[in-house]
């Protein structure tokens, strides 16, 4: 397979791109206020100053005064380094991601081609590839310079070899967004939870891990045959569903798969419920109301994270909180999405107070929103029955909840026309709004100890 001309640009663009990735090294020595200052300044420079010095000659072709590409560049650097200003480390490895593994996927991309993923045609294998090796090479890196002997290299190397493969994943999605921003601030709150760890896994693994992940596999692949048969998930739900279920019995064992279940059956009877009318009303749920890995991913995925990190890490309350808030979350958007749409009398979109059409991006109803918080309430019950938490967690649950579909409400509602998200991103988002409202719960010691 021989190289193909990269587009006119390409290259100084890219060099540039990568290139400013090694001002991570800088972290080590300039500290929170330090380093935030300096992401700062880029963001002024690549505003102001960039485009009156050169900087036009970094636009791509059809581009014209600024790039929002490399303005967001700098202020994903800046928000990585205010959220991760305890752990600058993580930051660098952030950064990495951004500079090298995006960088480098774009390159080999472009030069290689090649065979195109299958869920997004504009992508490659090769350029996947590339940002796993490259993105997870300087992550480690820069984990390994930022936080000199506190982590060991191979540790450190699977930790961010991992994330970056997340980082890919998320990156080869065919969203309209630029993935500056989410993907390198998502990828970086996964390694945090993996570096986390350090030290619990040989604990984890003889403690009856493989034993509860035999059975647990065995309990979903029972569980997705069921739900085929049903015509509730399509076959690549049944692969999603089955790992996902297994990866958290493996972790929470049946507490966990409790949760599972129950969010599963909300939003499968809600979805069934009254599918007639919606479907008649062109409100229902595509391929009958099927659920295919995407589907998996978007509700399940932060979940199945929490679940690992509520096993193997020092704090078991706070990513307790975090896995049902995710799971309330998802529950409490899918009823209230579809009972809404089925029950609701007025529907208004919070973006502009205004009445909509059932169905609308982003419009809520009370019908629904009460449907919603019935769900969040179910979980998060549950969680505090099984034990993940104390009682005042059923409450941070349902907030956790009502916040994340919230959000999603006002930001459906504003991307409506523009075709930025689709609804599984979407539903991926908010799941990762549910579980951080949850989790800031017991980092603020609302609930005490998190450990």
Known sequence: MGLRPLPPGELPRKVVHIGSGLFALALRFLGPVGSAAMALFAVLFNFLILPRVGGKNLLREGESGRSIGILLYPISVFLLILVFWRHLEVAAAGWGLLAFGDGMASVVGLALGGERLPWNPKKSWAGTLAFVLFGGAAATAFVLWTAPGVYSVPFAAACCFVAALVAAALESQPQGLDDNLGVPMVASLFLLGLLLTQGRWADLLAGGFWTRAGIGFAINAAFAAAAYAARSVDRSGVIAGTLLGTAIYAFLDWRGFLLLVAFFVIGTACTKLGYQRKAAAKLAQ???????????????????????????????????????????????????????QLLGRRTFKLTTLRPVPRGTEGAVSLEGTLAGILASLVIGGLGYWVGLYPAPGIAVVAVAAFVGTTFESLVGGALERSALLDNEALNFLNTLVGALVAASAALVGILGPVS
């Open 286 to 340: 595509e391929a009958g109301g099927r659920r295919g890995a995407r589907h998996a991913f978007a509700n399940a995925g932060v979940a199945a994270g929490c679940a690992l990190f509520a096993a193997a890490t020092p704090y078991p309350i706070l990513f307790g909180l975090a896995f049902a808030g995710a799971f309330a979350t998802a529950a409490s958007d899918t009823a209230g999405s579809e009972i809404g």
